[in-house]
């Protein structure tokens, strides 16, 4: 730094902040700053600056998985945000379990990154007790946790679940399933929203918990679910589901009985998966902006990173958007 300094004929404080991409720098002199970087070869070495300043400039991310993309669009959106501040993400995967959950927050927090943000699988407070204990900023996504005061971005679940079911009560449907998750705050928000259309027309509720032990394991499990619906006597017309996966089997299971879609059974699912239009029956889904959430998240964190006091728990909640395709294009009646 001192060497990129002295060739400049500016301050080694000058680099530092060109190089942290700080406001009070022009944009020609971060310029030459970073191109000169480049023909020195120069690295900075993060341990050394985490010991002078204090952080590390890495921030957490814990998601139930990848295998789809709502999750990896989050991370995207997150990327975004803290590239262009110097952060770098750190991101690891519980696989819906909460010991596995323990263990990589525990593994986050020992690399001592400056802020956590968690989608969590539990219903209780275990993962981010450890959290606060440590005094680590965190945010909370897509799912909440009761009892925490803690920063939230996401949607209103409750919303989602009604916008969906109402849309196949438009479209004709009378007799609709919701096949849920757990008991997390995504699956019981919208089961709400999916009552609340129901009550309103004097429909009756058919929901069904799946679980979600895994991908293969939820596939099987939505599957076999949905057969065992349609083997009813008054098979359902409609089917909500909790999210994209969900409905991707549960629509399989229903071709396979030899029934059509949607002239038999229209599904609405969630989460707008990557190539949902590409689907043998392109899938009628709710929108959650997950790009949105991870910047959202992003600069919420980078926020409380900055704060030199406790802040009041912010509640970011994107508007989700109805996307029709065909899975749900039944003549209303």
């Known amino acids: 730094m001192k060497d990129i300094a002295r060739e400049l004929?500016?301050?080694?404080?000058?680099?530092?902040?060109?190089?942290?991409?700080?406001?009070?720098?022009?944009l020609e002199t971060r310029g030459k700053v970073l191109q000169l970087m480049r023909d020195m070869n120069y690295r900075p070495n993060l341990a050394a600056r985490a010991l002078v300043t204090g952080r590390s400039m890495i921030v957490g991310c814990v998601v139930p998985g990848l295998m789809h993309s709502f999750f990896g669009e989050i991370a995207k959106g997150l990327t975004n945000v803290f590239r262009k501040k110097g952060y770098g993400l750190v991101l690891a995967t519980s696989e819906e379990e909460p010991e596995l959950e323990q263990q990589e927050i525990e593994q986050l927090l020992a690399r001592h990154v400056d802020a956590l943000i968690v989608a969590t699988t539990q219903d209780d407070r275990a993962s981010i007790d450890r959290i606060e204990q440590q005094g680590v900023?965190?945010?909370?996504?897509?799912?909440r946790v009761a009892?925490?005061?803690?920063?939230?971005?996401?949607?209103?679940?409750?919303?989602?679940?009604?916008?969906?079911?109402?849309?196949?009560?438009?479209?004709?449907?009378?007799?609709i399933a919701y096949l849920l998750a757990n008991q997390l705050s995504p699956s019981q928000g919208?089961?709400?929203?999916?009552?609340?259309?129901l009550a309103k027309y004097d429909l009756p509720v058919c929901s069904r918990t799946l679980g979600d032990t895994g991908d293969?394991?939820?596939?099987?499990?939505?599957?076999?679910?949905?057969?065992?619906?349609?083997?009813?006597?008054?098979?359902?017309?409609?089917?909500?589901?909790?999210?994209d996966q969900f409905a991707v089997s549960a629509m399989k299971a229903t071709l396979d009985s030899g029934l059509?879609?949607?002239?038999?059974v229209a599904f609405v699912g969630c989460g707008n998966i990557q190539h949902a239009d590409f689907l043998r029956v392109p899938l009628t889904t709710v929108d959650q902006n997950s790009v949105a959430?991870?910047?959202?998240?992003?600069?919420?964190?980078?926020?409380?990173?900055?704060?030199?006091?406790?802040?009041?728990?912010?509640n970011v909640l994107l508007e989700p958007r109805l996307l029709v395709r065909q899975s749900s294009m039944r003549r209303p009646v």
Not at 300 to 310: F, H, Q, R
């Open 190 to 197: 919208r089961l709400e929203g999916y009552k609340q259309a």
């Open 137 to 143: 900023p965190y945010v909370l996504i897509d799912r």
């Open 9 to 26: 004929g500016v301050s080694v404080v000058t680099v530092s902040k060109a190089l942290r991409n700080h406001d009070d720098i022009s």
């Open 147 to 175: 009892g925490a005061k803690a920063s939230f971005v996401g949607v209103d679940d409750q919303t989602v679940g009604y916008m969906a079911t109402d849309h196949l009560i438009q479209v004709g449907c009378r007799r």
């Open 260 to 264: 059509r879609i949607p002239e038999d």
């Open 216 to 243: 293969a394991v939820v596939d099987v499990a939505a599957y076999a679910t949905m057969k065992e619906l349609l083997a009813q006597p008054n098979r359902p017309d409609g089917v909500f589901a909790f999210n």
């Open 293 to 314: 959430i991870g910047e959202m998240a992003a600069k919420v964190a980078l926020g409380l990173i900055e704060t030199k006091e406790p802040e009041e728990a912010k």
